[in-house]
């Protein structure tokens, strides 16, 4: 991501809100001048607009504003690739609450108000509060508590977290599905997610969640809660969007009434494991390609992942959530246990051959595109004896490469300490 950044003054508040765009100038009009003209936050604005009146409009708008801090634009790469980039340069800028939002969102006046008050009411209560937000969509309502509730999905549309918990976020950066998450939850808190969901997310029909449903989950298994106003004081202006935001008490599932009602009912875990989730296709983890040591050096003492040809990491919303696609080969040192690559065929039908030091030799074909994405788990285990190579090489079309499926114990040899963002642009 090659970003072009205009400053157009000091910080001086420890709030920061990152806004993003992307064009929809109609959007952002109704929703940015309550940032704008607040001078008890640093605004960056975080733009990732194609068209030249979208690139025009930040700054037309910014100069003399009071919250105006920073310009950034080509945020580019794709949703989950602007997130990680705002929560970066915020945590790293040293915030203490870095809020995220988005264009279509709308806030109401009293939304910061609201939004800190909901912290302290969680607070005396027992929680320690890692995240806020003003959006209470009542289905995403963990526990509904009088003057503040929980949630289980705040969504990247807006929130609101601590400098550690914008570290947690971005450590524990993956994508989930509905079962892990109701897993966890019910985990954590005794409470059963599926209680506030319709038949559509009834037990046994699990769906492919994006990464901002981790955020919460990754928070709580670090003893740290969600916090929200009883109502929402902010809304999706997007004609796309079909959610329901709580306007009174009464719009609070009777299921979630004092579900969760002091810090000691959080069951917390002894060493919150979450980094990694379970592949689609087995029980194997699955470790992304933003956290394997990839093309590592030539005297790395550990096993390597190395890649030959013409790849791009790329941006897979309900998957990873990125992916290196194009062609080529992969190689990969063995360890013993079992090892797959987890891939999908993105344009049309793809032919790889995979072969070991052993003289071992197979063609497979992963079929094109379809709902959901066809995905196969290419096993490298029998193709060399442990501490051999084995590469998989693309033979025609092209693929995209989710990551590297293996066991617990194989984690700490094919993965890095922290995972590594470093590729934003497409």
């Known amino acids: 991501m090659e970003t072009v950044v205009t400053r157009f003054r000091d910080a001086r ?12 100038v109609d959007l ?12 008890r936050i640093d605004l960056f604005w975080m733009d990732g607009s194609a068209t030249q009146e979208g690139r025009a409009l930040p700054g037309d708008l910014m100069p003399g ?55 302290e009411a969680a607070g005396r209560d027992g929680f320690e509060v890692g995240g806020l937000s003003v959006r209470v969509i009542p289905n995403r309502v963990l526990s509904f508590n009088g003057d503040y509730a929980l949630l289980y999905n705040a969504g990247a549309g807006f929130i609101a977290l601590t400098h550690e918990s914008a570290g947690i976020v971005i ?64 809304c999706n202006i997007d004609a796309g969007h079909v959610m329901r935001f709580a306007a009174t008490a009464d719009d609070h599932p009777a299921a979630a009434r004092g579900a969760v009602p002091h810090g000691a009912r959080l069951r917390r875990p002894t060493r919150p494991d979450i980094r990694f989730q379970r592949s689609l296709v087995s029980d194997l983890l699955l470790a992304g390609c933003h956290h394997l040591r990839l093309n590592g050096p030539a005297d790395d003492p550990g096993p390597r992942i190395t890649l030959a040809g013409d790849w791009t990491r790329r941006w897979l919303q309900f998957l990873g959530p990125f992916e290196l696609f194009g062609t080529g080969s992969i190689t990969v040192d063995l360890l013993a246990g079992r090892l797959a690559l987890l891939a999908h065929a993105r344009t049309g039908r793809a032919v ?27 096993s490298l285990d029998p193709y060399d004896a442990p501490r051999g190579t084995v590469t998989v ?29 470093d590729f934003f642009a497409l």
């Open 13 to 24: 508040s420890p709030i920061a809100v990152a806004y993003s765009t992307k064009d929809r």
């Open 28 to 39: 952002t009009r109704r929703t940015v001048d309550r940032l704008l003209d607040d001078p």
């Open 65 to 119: 504003r009071p919250a105006a801090t920073a310009l950034h634009h080509g945020v580019v790469g794709g949703p989950d690739s602007a997130i990680l980039y705002a929560l970066m340069t915020l945590r790293d800028a040293g915030y203490r609450w870095i809020v995220l939002m988005e264009n279509d969102v709308l806030l109401d006046a009293g939304w910061f108000e609201a939004l800190f008050a909901a912290a």
């Open 171 to 234: 450590d524990h950066y993956r994508t989930t599905d509905l079962d892990e998450l109701q897993r966890h939850v019910l985990d954590l808190t005794g409470r059963n997610i599926h209680e506030t969901w319709g038949p559509e997310w009834s037990p046994g029909k699990n769906i492919l969640l994006c990464a901002d449903w981790v955020f919460d989950m990754a928070l709580y298994m670090h003893g740290k809660v969600v916090a929200a106003p009883p109502v929402s004081f902010a």
């Open 352 to 378: 790889l051959e995979v072969s070991g030091g052993s003289g071992a030799r197979q063609h497979l074909e992963i079929d094109p595109p379809a709902k959901p994405l066809p995905i196969a788990e290419i």
């Open 393 to 421: 090489t693309v033979l025609s079309g092209a693929i995209g490469v989710i990551g590297l499926c293996m066991e617990r114990d194989q984690l700490p040899y094919y993965t890095k300490a922290r995972p590594d963002f």
